[in-house]
């Protein structure tokens, strides 16, 4: 298991559950918004997460798996592109997982991701995830049916999966790999807005779908998947946080400031040279001309 233990937060999805989906905060108090340049605190956080890469890839001891959900327009992928642009792309993969092709059908619903997991020295980012297999399936059973899965569109077989992505996470913890999980929590209004953007400003446009609003027309019951979700998988060792979505500067700093504080807990260090290694530099560096 790695040195990684979530600690307290106010925005963590305690581990015994009773967490509250509709009494989450979707934005903080106007006092907390104004009190910090969050943009600003942004770029410093961001400068330490690029340190902490480096040494998170040279040490090379665990992987970071960072796992996004939100509703469409919850700003995932702009808080992916402000959070991660200090860190040495070669050592940072994004997946977005999308519909599930012909080949990942014929496997068990977390076969797809495995693929995709970082090694260790290495940050993995999953834009929606094995997650979408007990929100979206379970708000569209159909689904299920399209998987050729054995399993019934029942309460049962949702409480499995719960129970085997808890058993899956528990397996890469204790194999290094620390996990953290965020789910970007915008309300209603604010997809609303951000829906309107997207229509309005051509430069914008090509991200809106109109089946969009058939999955709005279904909010309810995703609060509902989303509630269960979060109270049976949050753990020390791959918690959930709910961040409040409506202000991306403020939802962004948050996301970075529990990715450095996560990768600060591991004790990285850079590899020490010594032995018949040290001296093989040292003769390198007089044959570099070094006096």
């Not at 040494?55 to 665990?62: C, E, G, I, S, V």
């Not at 996004?68 to 592109?81: E, H, L, N, V, Y």
């Not at 007990?134 to 159909?142: A, C, D, N, T």
């Not at 998987?147 to 204790?174: F, G, K, M, V, Y």
């Amino acid at each position: 298991m790695t040195p990684f233990n979530a600690q307290p937060h106010p925005y963590l999805v305690p581990f015994k559950g009773g967490f509250r989906v509709d009494k989450a905060p979707t934005s903080p108090d106007k006092k907390t918004l104004k009190s910090i340049d969050w943009r600003d605190n942004l770029e410093k956080k961001k400068e330490r997460i690029g340190r902490l890469q480096h040494q998170l890839f040279a040490d090379n001891r665990y992987a970071l798996l960072i796992v996004f959900q939100a509703m469409d327009a919850g700003g995932k992928d702009s808080t992916i592109r402000h959070v991660l642009t200090g860190v040495n792309p070669t050592g940072v993969r994004v997946t977005s997982f999308k519909k599930p092709s012909a080949l990942e059908l014929q496997h068990d619903f977390l076969w797809r991701s495995v693929a995709h997991l970082p090694a260790r020295g290495e940050i993995g980012v999953f834009n929606r995830s094995y997650y979408e297999e007990v929100l979206v399936v379970r708000v569209r059973p159909e689904l299920l049916a399209a998987q050729r899965s054995p399993e019934p569109a029942a309460e049962s077989t949702w409480l499995d999966r719960l129970h085997r992505i808890n058993d899956h996470e528990r397996h890469l913890a204790a194999s290094g790999t620390v996990i953290l999980k965020f789910w970007l929590n915008v309300s209603k209004e604010e997809q609303r807005r951000r829906f309107l953007k997207r229509i309005e400003r051509p430069n914008k446009r090509w991200k809106f779908r109109a089946a969009d609003l058939n999955e709005r027309e279904l909010w309810d019951d995703y609060m509902d998947c989303y509630d269960a979700c979060l109270n049976a998988t949050s753990k020390p060792w791959a918690p959930w946080y709910a961040i409040p979505a409506d202000d991306k500067p403020f939802m962004r700093w948050q996301v970075a400031d529990l990715i450095a504080g996560a990768l600060g807990q591991l004790g990285l260090a850079f590899p020490v040279v010594s032995g018949e290694a040290e001296a093989e530099l040292e003769a390198a560096a007089r044959a570099l001309g070094r006096p």
